[in-house]
């Protein structure tokens, strides 16, 4: 589904990745971690096509296309969708209305009809129940006023709703105290299916007990460090980076 | 130099057609005649009219000519979908064939013009000495008029009309009415509308005036609008400016009373190489009352606009609480906004603040409806929609505030569903 080849950007001449390799394939699970700084959340954004970030070298093809020739809106159209780490607040623009917009220019995309306000609003009020998110909150200005948890369920509610091929989510568990966070790793497994694919971006090993990774990769420096399985995340959590760098060190 | 020699072009232009009139047999008249020429027509060094270059948006093609009234406009279309009484200025001469009352209780007369001045604004004189007539609405105390009361300023002629359309209107104590001004042009005629109307709102009385301001893109439009309100009476001003090559709003509220709640709201979106000036004025005078004031705007390509926004808080005037917030977007190099608070307080035991703020769109928010699936110009659309209908607020009635809202998002974007 995805391949990521030999991946260099940089924001404002900083060079951030610095050579990144990763295959996904559908059905699978990735988890990025790293310390701060490493390059995590470029990465996400990166995949995303947020225009700050300059790709200098290397490729990304997703779905058989070229992604970095692709426009964001072209991206999440073709199924690619951010969970952000940091959630915007739009006052004025209400979930619900601008989720009803994006759904049918997507669903044009696919050249499927588009959802009449009815047939709309059934999908929501499914789509809420997986996230226990409460209408009245999609009803109000986007992320305005929103706790922590709000917004990160937010997230994953619009993640439900755009159904993605791709999904990739950046440091969902940050600001979650641990009954929003079984909520956000319930709706993330419900929507995982064997066509699908998720990257999930974490400093922490904690979410990984909820979503459970098939591969987790080390991120250093710009680099895919090191990769292995489950197991890689908990001897992270054990032994903290240092042990990373120490061995990078030795190494060289 | 050349600037000088071309406003005394204007100015005798002025004189000349006064004099063809016969205008000057006029004492009124003659007054504001007498004090505009002596003022002369504003330029740069002019304080109020610094960043507004009318003489020069109206050198090119002016014309003092008497506008004379179309028999039969084949445009007097209904811009709301509510039924309303109409009072209609045809290049800028009241008609009173088109002027059609549903409600009874409203009384129209039509007088010359007086002699008192409302104003010392340039502008204001040479309405007070060129309108046609004084058209006075009124309204009887304790009567809540259903329909609005639509004021329209036709323009029907491709030649340029020096248009001054002038009205006053008095609503009756314990009354309400709601007054909607709009223009209705063909969309490159040439005109200058410098307009003056006059409301008095009476003891607890309501006035809803909405100004829409649509008219064609070559239009010059000056418009002096003063309310007068008395104690325990409510205003809401709503200006949305849509079109137009050069507007000026004037809008004045005297607060001459206590226990008064004036709103001041306004919109302006301008692009190509227009030009929208707000200055308002709110005029506490009297303890106890308060005024509410947000106007926003948005300018693109070489748009400019300029706000002033002056608050006077006389001694009397204590207890009074007054706010007032500008806030701005920029979406192009090129574009620019000069924005003013000016509070003059002289009383002691008064709430009032001020604040204005100018920015671009929110990248972030943009690229986050992008990530959505949301093309960059329906986002860019919908975040400008957002900012823009906030100033709908001002707008109480909710049929009108849905219709102002539509026509403003055809504007923004014309694809938003």
Not at chain 1, 212 to 227: E, Q, T
Request: include cysteine.
């Amino acid at each position: 589904m995805l391949k990521i080849q030999n991946l260099h950007a940089q924001i404002e001449e900083k060079p951030i990745l610095n050579g990144i390799s990763l295959t996904v394939n559908a059905g699978e699970v990735h988890a990025i971690m790293g310390p701060n700084g490493s390059g995590k959340s470029t990465l996400a954004a990166t995949l995303a096509g947020r225009e700050e970030y300059t790709v200098t070298q290397g490729s990304v093809e997703y779905m058989g296309k070229n992604l970095l020739e692709m426009t964001p809106e072209e991206r999440a159209r073709e199924g690619v969708f951010l969970a952000f780490q940091y959630p915007v607040e739009i006052p004025g623009v209400s979930t619900i209305n601008f989720m009803k917009t994006a759904l049918n220019q997507i669903r044009v995309h696919r050249g499927e009809a588009p959802l009449d306000a009815v047939a709309f609003l059934k999908l929501m009020k499914e789509k809420m129940k997986l996230v226990e998110i409460d209408q009245s909150l999609l009803n109000r200005s986007l992320n305005e006023g929103f706790s922590g948890g709000e917004k990160k369920r937010n997230e994953i509610f619009q993640m439900a709703m755009l159904e993605p091929r791709l999904s990739i989510l950046d440091e969902t568990d940050s600001g979650l105290d641990i009954d929003a966070l079984r909520i956000v790793a319930h709706g993330v497994n419900a929507l995982r299916s064997k066509n699908n694919a998720t990257i999930v971006v974490t400093h922490y090993q904690r979410l990984l007990d909820y979503i459970v990774p098939d591969f987790v990769h080390v991120l250093y420096k710009g680099r895919i460090v090191k990769s292995g399985t489950r197991e890689l995340a908990l001897e992270l959590e054990e032994k903290g980076y240092d042990w990373i760098k120490a061995d990078l060190a030795t190494a060289r | 130099m050349e600037a000088a020699t071309d406003k005394k072009n204007l100015l005798s232009l002025l004189a000349e057609a006064f004099d063809q009139r016969g205008l000057d047999h006029h004492a009124g008249r003659r007054k504001a005649m007498e004090l505009f020429s002596a003022k002369g027509l504003p330029t740069a060094k002019s304080e109020e009219y610094r960043f507004t270059p009318i003489v020069r948006a109206l050198e090119s093609n002016f014309t003092a000519i008497a506008p004379t009234k179309s028999t039969t406009p084949q445009f007097l279309e209904h811009l709301w979908s509510m039924p309303c009484n109409l009072v209609v200025f045809i290049n800028g001469v009241y008609s009173a064939t088109h002027s059609i009352l549903l409600d009874p209780h409203i009384k129209i007369t039509r007088a010359e013009i007086g002699t008192t001045l409302l104003s010392e604004d340039p502008f204001a004189l040479l309405n007070h000495a060129f309108a046609e007539t004084e058209v006075t609405i009124e309204v009887p105390p304790h009567h809540t008029i259903e329909q609005p009361l639509a004021v329209v300023y036709c323009f029907d002629q491709p030649s340029f009309i020096f248009a001054n359309p002038r009205w006053t209107c008095r609503i009756g104590a314990g009354s309400k009415l709601s007054v909607l001004e709009y223009t209705l042009a063909e969309s490159s005629s040439p005109y200058f509308n410098n307009k003056q109307s006059f409301i008095e709102v009476g003891e607890h009385t309501i006035l809803e005036l909405t100004t829409l301001q649509q008219g064609s893109k070559d239009e010059v439009l000056v418009n002096n609008s003063l309310v007068n309100m008395a104690s325990s009476s409510r205003a809401y001003c709503y200006t949305g400016t849509l079109e137009g090559k050069l507007v000026r709003n004037n809008l004045t509220l005297l607060i001459d009373g206590e226990g008064i709640d004036a709103h001041l709201h306004g919109l302006y979106l301008v692009g190509g190489s227009s030009l929208v000036d707000n200055h308002t004025v709110v005029d506490h005078r009297k303890p106890n009352s308060q005024s509410n004031e947000l106007y926003k705007g948005v300018m693109d390509g070489n748009g400019k606009a300029v706000f002033n926004g002056k608050i006077f808080v006389r001694p009397d005037a204590q207890k009074t609480n007054a706010f007032q917030s500008n806030r701005n977007i920029l979406l192009s190099e090129a574009s620019n906004i000069h924005t003013k608070p000016q509070l003059e307080i002289w009383a002691d035991d008064v709430k009032c603040s001020h604040g204005c703020t100018t920015g671009q769109l929110d990248e972030e928010a943009l690229f986050y409806l992008r990530s959505r699936g949301l093309a960059k110009d329906t986002a860019k659309g919908m975040l400008l929609n957002a900012f823009a209908s906030e100033t709908l607020e001002g707008i109480p009635n909710e049929s009108i505030r849905a219709q102002v809202n539509q026509l403003i998002q055809n504007k923004l974007h014309p694809t938003i569903e």
